[in-house]
T-cell receptor
Framework: GENVEQHPSTLSVQEGDSAVIKCTYS??????FPWYKQELGKGPQLIID?????GEKKDQRIAVTLNKTAKHFSLHITETQPEDSAVYFC???????????FGSGTQLTVLP | EPEVTQTPSHQVTQMGQEVILRCVPI?????FYWYRQILGQKVEFLVS????????KSEIFDDQFSVERPDGSNFTLKIRSTKLEDSAMYFC?????????????FGSGTRLTVV
């Protein structure tokens, strides 16, 4: 089955700096890669996703890149703000599996 | 914005007891899921449900677990005889399509504590 590895497990940045979180996946058939933000006591919230026919996608301060050959994808947050502090999860899914395999999460702390 | 609603937010139960976790998915969604997250660990897939039957289930979803959509709105997860290791956050999610090409909407979760 699919295995998703995520790094780093914790990340601290100064407000205004950029943050990058990286994930690798094992199943070359995976074709959908969402990123979720989880705040304390809440469920995962989808913040951005990318499909395997696209190399990069951007939404305001958030961008995701995908390298299918290397089987890795990354989340980039620019101009970080304290409210970006949360746990971020990457995930991967194949079209027919109807399930997500999650990474282990990154605790992002944005220091004011 | 439409939400997935889960109740209760926290449940404490004695080992060996049955628990039912409840979810109200988004009304026009067709695929429903249960995931769990043991404290400090990954979110893990349990089961997917479509057209009133299980589509897929993981190794975690053994005979102690069952799911049901008893009416047009609720989606429940039952654990027949709880074990200490069932203590976790349980998340319900729904999706308009189950192909994995669309994001899920997750509920806020039920924290299950088995004592």
């Amino acid at each position: 089955g699919e295995n998703v590895e995520q790094h780093p497990s914790t990340l601290s940045v100064q407000e205004g700096d950029s943050a990058v979180i990286k994930c690798t996946y094992s199943d070359s058939a995976s074709n959908y890669f969402p990123w979720y933000k989880q705040e304390l006591g809440k469920g995962p919230q989808l913040i951005i996703d990318i499909r395997s026919n696209v190399g990069e996608k951007k939404d305001q301060r958030i961008a995701v890149t995908l390298n299918k050959t290397a089987k890795h994808f990354s989340l980039h947050i620019t101009e970080t703000q304290p409210e970006d502090s949360a746990v971020y999860f990457c995930a991967a899914s194949t079209g027919s599996a109807r399930q997500l395999t999650f990474g282990s999460g990154t605790q992002l702390t944005v220091l004011p | 914005e439409p939400e997935v609603t889960q109740t209760p937010s926290h449940q404490v139960t004695q080992m060996g007891q049955e628990v039912i976790l409840r979810c109200v998915p988004i009304s026009n969604h067709l695929y429903f899921y249960w995931y769990r997250q043991i404290l400090g660990q990954k979110v893990e897939f349990l089961v997917s449900f479509y057209n009133n039957e299980i589509s897929e289930k993981s190794e975690i979803f053994d005979d102690q677990f069952s799911v049901e959509r008893p009416d047009g709105s609720n989606f429940t997860l039952k654990i027949r005889s709880t074990k200490l290791e069932d203590s976790a956050m349980y998340f319900c999610a729904s999706s308009p399509q189950g192909t994995g090409l669309y994001g899920y909407t997750f509920g806020s979760g039920t924290r299950l504590t088995v004592v």
